[in-house]
């Protein structure tokens, strides 16, 4: 992603189920 904040919320997301 451009940024990493958005990119690690994503990720996080995903994570999370």
């Given at each position: 992603?451009e940024?990493v904040v958005?990119?690690?919320?994503r990720?996080?997301?995903?994570?999370?189920?």
């Amino acid at each position: 992603g451009e940024t990493v904040v958005k990119e690690t919320a994503r990720i996080a997301v995903l994570d999370s189920g």
